[in-house]
Structure formats: structure tokens, C-alpha cells
């Protein structure tokens, strides 16, 4: 859940569509096609700086295995269309696209197919599901709020950013339902179940890099959050804007001044909720959906060049932070960095109430180098949901895909990882896996050029999972613990 800048003239834009009378700008239902086979993974290279697997090669631990992989289609498969960030609802992963999303059968994980594509533009259209209904990140000033809007410059105060409401009642045809407009933009979003089952929120994070963008004025040290009434979709609307940075937040030097929030996960049944705010780490109470409030903060000004995302683990007593040093965009693993930087910090979470506090235990980094043409770094990952274990698989883009655990908080070990060859031998060329998450069974990997990956992983440390209807990663759903 990048966007490759650490500011908002972007780099990565979504080319323009032709105007289209429809608001959903291109619905295309695909006929079912057979996913590719992987080629039979190589020998690991020697781990040295600036060497690494051949062009599109793959290697893997003996218990991980590549399944699957559904390359882009048209219109997705243009250097403009940037695979994002997936969510999960019975046998389908809707997978983000900085040009609209995708709908994927995954009914069976070895041979998953397309359902629909929607043409959509505007980065990073991160994505979450409930019930009938999708919801959409737009993170890049559009001309307006349709599916046929154009690019827009983001010093001119009448483009538009937020949140898209689609109704998916029919998987082959998602249907435009409704637009929120949010201050700064929807860079992500996270969504939190009400007290009710009528009503979700929607936790909006985004952040202001400079004084040149006229609707995102710094500090911007708040997030906006979305009421959306599941079964009346269209009244949806920004109920609150709750400043989580009173003091204006850590003010910055070598690292990212905090100027509002990266990404929040939530974890409603225990009514808590961590930030990664670009210099900050927080600990948030959400019992009160509409007012959560900061019970903890942490900095590493030593180590963390951009606080980027949050996971808990299942008994609400640990969270893992993400370092996205580099933006996304650049080769950090490499033995020129430092172990310490562009990884994971793990956090317990100690005390009680208000008097929780966060405490440092360890940095977690993908023990393989990697070519200095691959962009690698820690990204989105998800708890493998094993009662008794600590177990997360992680995306590191074209570090690719690490399964490790972190039971023992000060001593986190991988078992697992695959990982797909550079996309160029010759120069630095951004790919590899933006998300990684397990749902009931694989794990699923977007892989911001290649595609949909489906991985299984064979180990006995992975037995007994718990399964989901529902799975969106930053809504963690608990567990039983044996």
C-alpha cells in the first residue's frame, strides 16, 4: 500500500480513458482461462550484493511451491496498471489496480480465474469488501469522482480524491453506487464494523507532503472517517475528523515527518487499532468507532525511515510495524543497508487499559540479498491464523514472499519464503509482490506487474488454520488460541 513518492507529484500516473457515458467506465466479464503453471524452481544464488536470480527465474524454500499464476489482462496489462492491494469474500480476491480492480475465482487456488475488471483510474485504488458492497482508495487528483475522470494536477483545488462505493451484488458487473469526498485524498483505507451489523466505517488514511496542494494543507494530522449504512450505501459520509497528532507529531530529519497516517489496522473485536504514521508508531482504543484515541506512541529514529503498516497478532498482545524505506521504489536489500533498515520492528504490547504501552523487541529482515535492479523492501503481509503461533507471510516486492515467525518476539525466524528473478539484469525496474496473504488455505500474492501468484506452503509449524468468509487483511479477524 505504497505509492512509490514520499510526496504527491507521483510518479507512477494512470494514462487517461476515453469519456464513457456509463459511471463504471469499463465492466468487461472475462470467460474462465487456465492459469500458468510456475516454471520448477532453481537453486537459491549466492547471497552478494548486486547478484541475483535470472531474469523471471524462481526459487523457493523446500515447503513453499508456486500453484498458480494469472497474468494481467487487458486493459490491465499496460505500464500504467500497477497491481495493489486484495481482499478476500468466500471463493473470490478482489485485487486493487492503480486503473480500476479485479475479480478473481479462486474457487480453485490452482487454476483462478477472472470474473470481471473494472476500469477505474486513480492510484492506488487499495480495496476492501463487506457484504454486498466494495470499497475503493483514490490517492491521485481526478478531474471528478467517475470512472471516466482524467488526471488532474493536484495544485488545482477543484480535482477530486476519496472514497468509490461499489455494489457487487453481481460479481460479473459491479455496479458505481456512491463517491465520498476525503480531506488529502484516500492513499488507504481501513474498514471497521459498527456496533451494529447496519453500519461500517471506514478509517481513511492519507498524508500532506507540502504546502503546494490547496485540499491537503500540512498539518494534516488527522483521518477522516466514513460512515457507510450497508443497506443505504448512497448516504454514506465523512461523520468525524479526529486529529490523532495534537502536537504535530514527530517533526522529521532523516526520517518522514509524521503529517498524517500511512496505514491503520484495525482489530475491532479487542477494540484496538495501530497506526503506521509515517514518523510515528501508534496504539489506538476504538471502542468508540467515531472517536478512537491515541493510548501510545513510538519512534525509531534510528532505524525507521517511513512508519508504513501495522499487524497484530492474535491475541492483541504484539504488533508488527513495517519500514518502507525507500518508498517502495528502491533496491534496500542489499549488503550495502543495514539489517536494520526497510524491515519489520515487533513490538509487545504490555499493561492494561490506557496504561498499554508499546515495547521494542526485535527487527525482523529477509535474510536473502537481492540485485540492486530490484525494488525490495518490507510490505504488506498477513497472520497465517495457526492457534498457539505467531506466523506471518509478507510481501518484500521483488524481495518476494516470506513466511516467518515471530512466536518468541525478540528472536522472529523465517520457515518459508519464495521469490521470483528481477524483471531487468541491467537496471532498476519497480515489480515483485505488493501483498502477500494467507486465506484459507494458499497465499495469495499481487504482484504489482505480474499478476495474481497462488503459493501453498507445506509445514507442520502451518497446521490446524482457522478459515474465513470474509478477509479483509487491515480488519483482522481473531481466532481461537489453543
Sequence with gaps: MIGFRTSRSRPFRTVSLAAAALLVAGVATAQ?????????PVAAPAAAPGIGLPVDAIASSPNVRQIANLPPRAPFDTSSSL??????????????????????????????????????????????????????????????DSCASTSQSATVKASWEGIKIFDITDKTAPRYVKSVETDCGSHTHTLVPGRD????????????????????????????????PMGAPTQAAVVATPNLFPDGGYKGSSTSATTGCHDITAYPERNLAAGACMGDGILMDIANREAPRVIDRVRDTKNFAFWHSATFNNTGTKVVFTDELGGGG?????????RDKGADAVYDITGSGDNRSLVFRSYYKIPRLNADTENCVAHNGSLLPVPG???????????????WDFTDS???????????????????????????YYYNGH?????????????????????????????NVQTQPGYESR
Excluded at 106 to 119: H, Y
Excluded at 414 to 432: C, D, F, K, N, Y
Design 83 to 144: 497491481g495493489t492491494d486484495m481482499a478476500f469474500q468466500g471463493h473470490y480476491a478482489f485485487v486493487g489496480n492503480y486503473n480500476g480492480f479485479v475479480i478473481y475465482d479462486i474457487a480453485r487456488p490452482s487454476a483462478p480465474s477472472i470474473v470481471s475488471q473494472v476500469l477505474c483510474p486513480g492510484s492506488q485504488n487499495d480495496v476492501s469488501v463487506h457484504g454486498n458492497l466494495l470499497f475503493l482508495s483514490t490517492d491521485s487528483s481526478r478531474s471528478d
Design 389 to 403: 503461533r505467531d506466523i506471518m507471510v509478507q510481501a518484500w516486492y521483488q524481495g518476494g514472499v516470506s513466511v
Design 410 to 436: 525478540a528472536h522472529p525466524t523465517e520457515i518459508g519464503w519464495w521469490e521470483r528473478g528481477p524483471l531487468s539484469a541491467t537496471q532498476l525496474q519497480v515489480g515483485g509482490s505488493w501483498s502477500a
Design 32 to 40: 474462465p482461462s487456465s492459469a500458468q503453471e510456475s516454471p520448477d
Design 197 to 228: 451489523s447496519g453500519t461500517v466505517y471506514l478509517y481513511v488514511s492519507s498524508y500532506s507532503p507540502s504546502a503546494d496542494f490547496p485540499d491537503c494543507q500540512p498539518p494534516h494530522d488527522s483521518i477522516s472517517i466514513v460512515r457507510v
Design 330 to 338: 528502491a533496491a534496500t536489500c542489499l549488503k550495502t543497508i543495514d
Design 443 to 471: 497465499i495469495y500474492s499481487s504482484d504489482i506487474r505480474k499478476g495474481l501468484d497462488v503459493l501453498e506452503i507445506n509445514d507442520p509449524r502451518t497446521d490446524n488454520q482457522t478459515r474465513f468468509q470474509e478477509l
